[in-house]
C-alpha cells in the first residue's frame, strides 16, 4: 500500500481548517524536535504508513499542541463531495446520532435544542453526504456503520510544556474528549508523584533522554473512536484534504 503523510500546519480555507499562529520559543522547540525525532521512541510509536499530523488545530476547546491520526488510506477513495459543506452542527448531529443508535425527527430536536428547520437542514445534508439512512417504517434517522463512515483508526493528542506542572495534565486530561489516546510531552524525566498524577487520569507521558532521544514514562488509557464531534472533525479534514489534493489514490 502506498505510504503517506500528510501535515497541517497553517490554515487551509479549501477545506475549513484553522490553526493558531506558531509561537516561538522553548515548547515550540520542543514541539519541533519531537515532530522530527520523536514520532517513534523508546516504548510507542507513532509512525504509520498513512498518517496525518496537525499542528496546533483549532477545536472547541482550544489548540492542542499535536494531533496525529493513523487513518485507513483507502476509506477515502471513495469520499463524496457532499460531504466537503458539513459544518460543525452536522457533525454534532452526527454524532449524536451514534451515541442513541437511531432517533426521530422531535429527539434530535429536543437534544440538540435547535429549530426544525436547524435539524431538517442538517439531517438532509448529513442524507446527501451517505452518512444517515432514514427507517421509513420508524420514522427515524440512524447513521450507517462506523466503519463505513469514519477512516480513522488511531487519534493521538500530544500537549507539550517545558515545565512538569498541573497544566500540561489538566490539557491532556482535556484533550481525551476528541483523541483514542492523549500525551503530555516534557524536556524532561517527571517526577514519581507527576508520574502518579498522569496514571490517575489517564493521561500517558513521553519525556526527552539525557541523549535527546524520547521515551514513554507512562502509558495512556485507550478510548474509543469517534469519542465525540471533534474527533469527526479530524476525519473530515483528511478527507477533505485528500480531495482537494486530487484524490487519496
Known sequence: MEKREITFKVCDARIGYQSRKVTLGPEHDLVSDFLRNGLDGAGYSFHSDQLAIFIEPRIDSGFPDIVLAEFRLGFYNHWTDARNGLTSNELKMLSLLYSLGEADFDMVRSTMRISSAS???????????????RDRVK???????INETFGIKRLVAVEAKVCN?????????LNRWFASESYALTPTKPDA???ERAKRVGVGMVSVTRQRTFRRCV??????LPSSYASWQFNEWIGRRLSADGGSR
Do not use: G, M
Open 165 to 173: 506542572n498541573q497544566d500540561v495534565l489538566e490539557q491532556a486530561a
Open 119 to 133: 435539524v431538517a437542514k442538517s439531517l438532509e445534508l448529513l442524507y446527501d453526504a451517505e452518512l444517515i439512512e
Open 139 to 145: 420514522r427515524k434517522w440512524k447513521p450507517l456503520p
Open 219 to 224: 502509558k495512556p488509557r485507550q478510548f474509543a
Open 193 to 195: 508523584a507527576f508520574v
